[in-house]
């Protein structure tokens, strides 16, 4: 359970896939200038995250059972394509608003790089399939928490008052660095 606890609390803020690893950087820049929407992405990528975590796992089990793990990332690349295009068609029917907020983003989930990253860092890490959940969940959850956070200080951009040049992605980036700088004090905490 303490394992379970750590990889939690690991991919929400030591080991935050934006903030920390630098990963899934270009829906967490393109999505976050409004809540809602950055919400939006942050649910889709906790769904597609925490699944592949879980199917990748067990498809993993059969790569190795026949000798083909040299074959992990293509395999892995076509179930993560699979789960976003299943999460692309449910918001297209049910929540068509999200759906043309997210726009081009959405489909770019399939090339995030902080999806296939918390596939091969379960691996990586020798997690079981619990654990592997849990991972995939934790990842999804960090890239919530880091974009919704993002998204709200950018939304207090648009009606602050501040110098021209600091306006719209200059000031975007410096904040998504002061962030980074923030998310890593907390990589002490976990021994």
């Not at 409004?34 to 992405?41: N, R, Y």
């Not at 849990?134 to 974009?147: E, P, R």
Request: a neutral charge; charged letters at 10%.
């Amino acid at each position: 359970m303490t394992q379970i606890f750590m990889i939690l609390v690991g991919g929400l803020l030591v080991n935050n896939f934006v903030m920390t690893r630098f990963l899934g950087i270009c829906p967490f820049l393109g999505v976050s200038t409004k809540l809602e929407t950055a919400a939006g992405m942050g649910i889709a990528v906790i769904f597609v995250m925490t699944l592949a975590s879980i199917i990748t796992y067990l498809l993993n089990l059969l790569l190795i059972r026949f000798g083909l793990e040299y074959m992990q990332t293509l395999v892995f690349i076509v179930v993560i394509a699979a789960l976003v295009q299943f999460v692309e068609m449910a918001l297209k029917s049910y929540v068509p608003t999200l759906y043309n907020a997210l726009g081009v983003y959405l489909p770019l989930i399939t090339t995030n790089c902080a999806v296939l990253g918390v596939t091969l860092l379960n691996i990586t890490e020798s997690y079981n399939l619990i654990q592997s959940a849990v991972n995939g969940f934790a990842g999804g959850a960090g890239f919530m928490l880091a974009i919704c956070i993002f998204a709200g200080i950018r939304e207090r951009f648009e009606v602050s008052d501040f110098p021209e040049w600091m306006k719209g992605f200059p000031g975007a980036l410096i904040t998504a660095s002061l962030m980074s700088v923030s998310f890593m004090g907390f990589a002490g905490l976990l021994r």
